[in-house]
């Protein structure tokens, strides 16, 4: 019996059956078959198409979590002969091309020295050694020194050793303790105190 | 030179702040008293001097209730201009420079005119109870002489002492060990 839809599936079934002049049926349709294609294509407006796509509908379903889990990046990276790009690089032709003064006229030099700690790069520095190791010594002692100024450096640490006789004295004489006293104004002490902490000793060892 | 107990790394490099003791305070205020009296002598010389030199005459300040007391007078208001100028200005007099002390407010800031003032007027009554107004500096805590006291002032040490700690090894043989 046959059916409406039955005899297109007999013509195709007939064209590709291994009978001869099969091959020229064959050829036909593929040549029908390129043209039909050729012109669908024509005819489609693919900016269009594109257009209709909703594209954050077809991303959200992609898991690229789920892609990037099954990427092995050491593999890749090992794969990648780093020696090899850097020794072609020609580094000096990079630097060449970089025109210096237009990256530091972009840099906001005060806003890098605002974040530099510049106290606790202070600390940090063995000035003592610094001063004996360096001719920065010679120089602070050509500039600062002289009999006057160390007569005056004797005399002054001399008072206050003599200060501090007096006190421990007047304080055992009396038997009492001074040593949760102030050192001095609390303000001043603390700002000073901050400056002359040598690197690793905190202020409870001063 | 031996070294001074600051530079011998004493703990007196880091007492910059710290409250002034009595024999500093002492030694500076009599560098002043002779600063002071060696100016104000040198002054009264030279108007002497001056006067002898326009009028031909020889005056002698000291003679005489009227001149003696313009003398006085006069020496008085030096003595408190000396003292409440500088005070006022740096917090230091030529005395207290010279032995690295300085006043401060009870606070730690630099004091004003109306406390150098009152100090300078008020440092008198520290005597004139039999010097009874300087005990505070042997035994309150934070050094309180009275005059100190009424002007809400305090004397610290200002001298940097780690200073001429640098400067006294700047001054050393680097192959010697410090």
Do not use: C
């Not at chain 1, 990427?71 to 850097?86: E, G, P, S, T």
């Not at chain 1, 009999?147 to 450096?153: F, Q």
Request: no cysteine; net charge negative.
């Amino acid at each position: 019996m046959r059916h409406w839809g039955d005899a297109p599936v007999d013509q195709a079934s007939a064209a590709v059956s291994p009978l001869p002049g099969s091959n020229r049926m064959e050829q036909l349709v593929e040549s029908i078959a390129e043209r039909v294609v050729g012109l669908v294509i024509e005819a489609i407006d693919v900016n269009a198409l594109v257009g209709k796509v909703d594209m954050d509908a077809l991303l959200s379903k992609v898991d690229i979590d789920a892609i990037v889990s099954k990427v092995d990046v050491d593999a890749l990276i090992n794969r990648v002969d780093v020696d090899k790009i850097v020794s072609r690089v020609d580094v000096d032709q990079i630097v060449e091309r970089v025109d210096v003064d237009r990256i530091i006229d972009r840099v906001d030099v005060e806003k890098i020295i605002d974040r530099v700690d510049v106290e606790k790069i202070i600390q940090r520095v063995d000035i003592d050694a610094l001063v004996e190791q360096t001719e920065l010594g010679t120089i602070i002692a050509r500039s600062t020194s002289g009999v006057a100024s160390e007569a005056l450096d004797l005399v002054r640490a001399q008072g206050v050793g003599l200060d501090d006789f007096v006190a421990r004295w007047v304080n055992r004489i009396l038997r009492r303790k001074s040593d949760d006293w102030p050192a001095g104004p609390p303000a001043l002490v603390a700002a000073l105190a901050v400056a002359e902490i040598p690197p690793g000793r905190s202020e409870a060892s001063r | 030179m031996s070294p001074p107990a600051a530079a011998s790394g004493s703990p007196i490099v880091g007492r910059q702040g710290n409250y002034a003791g009595g024999v500093t305070r002492l030694v500076a205020f009599a560098a002043d008293v002779g600063a002071s009296w060696g100016a104000f002598t040198l002054a009264v010389a030279g108007i002497t001097f001056a006067i002898q030199l326009v009028t031909g005459t020889k005056i002698d300040l000291t003679q005489g209730r009227f001149s003696a007391l313009i003398v006085v007078v006069s020496f008085v208001a030096w003595e408190f201009v000396y003292f409440a100028y500088q005070w006022s200005l740096s917090g230091k007099t030529v005395g207290m420079a010279l032995l690295g002390i300085r006043v401060v407010t009870t606070d730690g800031g630099s004091i004003t005119g109306r406390q150098a003032v009152i100090r300078t007027l008020t440092l008198p009554l520290s005597f004139l109870l039999f010097g009874l107004g300087f005990i505070g500096i042997l035994l309150n805590k934070d050094r309180h002489a009275l005059h100190d006291r009424l002007a809400r002032t305090v004397v610290v040490y200002s001298w940097d002492a780690r200073a001429a700690r640098l400067r006294w090894l700047a001054n050393q043989d680097p192959a010697s060990p410090v």
